[in-house]
Nanobody, 126 residues
Framework: QVRLVESGGGLVQTGDSLRLSCAASGGTFMTYHMGWFRQAPGKERVFVAA????????TYADSVKGRFTISRDNGKNTVYLQMNSLKPDDAGEYLC???????????????????WGQGTQVTVSS
C-alpha cells in the first residue's frame, strides 16, 4: 500500500514563497511518476506540475511556469514543489499523486494517477 503525505502548506501573502513536500512510503518510489494537483473549494482538480520517475523530465501548467519548480529526491522518497511569487489564484488544497511508470509517459491527467495524498492547504492573501 503506497502512502503519500504532504506538508508545507500555510498562509502567505501575495509574492511570498512556499515549499511543499510529499513523502512516500510503502512502494517503490523511484519507479513512480509524480505530480502535484490543486483543488479549490467548489472547483475541479487541476494539474500543477509533474516529474518523471528519474527526475529528468518535468512539465508544468502554463499558469505556474517560471514560478514553480518540481523536484524529487529518490533517496528520501520525497517530491517537492517550490512555489515562488505566489498569487491569490494559486490558493487551494495541493495534492501529491503518483503512478507506476510502466510504459506510460509523464501525464498531466489526474486519471493516470493511482496514488493520492490527503493534501496540504495553501492560502494566499492579497
Amino acid at each position: 500500500q503506497v502512502r503519500l503525505v504532504e506538508s508545507g502548506g500555510g498562509l502567505v501573502q501575495t509574492g511570498d514563497s512556499l515549499r511543499l513536500s510529499c513523502a512516500a512510503s510503502g512502494g517503490t518510489f523511484m519507479t513512480y511518476h509524480m505530480g502535484w494537483f490543486r483543488q479549490a473549494p467548489g472547483k475541479e482538480r487541476v494539474f500543477v506540475a509533474a516529474i518523471s520517475s528519474s527526475g529528468d523530465t518535468t512539465t508544468y501548467a502554463d499558469s505556474v511556469k517560471g514560478r514553480f519548480t518540481i523536484s524529487r529526491d529518490n533517496g528520501k522518497n520525497t517530491v517537492y514543489l517550490q512555489m515562488n511569487s505566489l498569487k491569490p489564484d494559486d490558493a487551494g488544497e495541493y495534492l501529491c499523486a503518483g503512478y507506476p511508470r510502466g510504459f506510460f509517459r509523464l501525464s498531466t491527467y489526474a486519471t493516470y494517477y493511482r496514488y493520492w495524498g490527503q493534501g496540504t492547504q495553501v492560502t494566499v492573501s492579497s
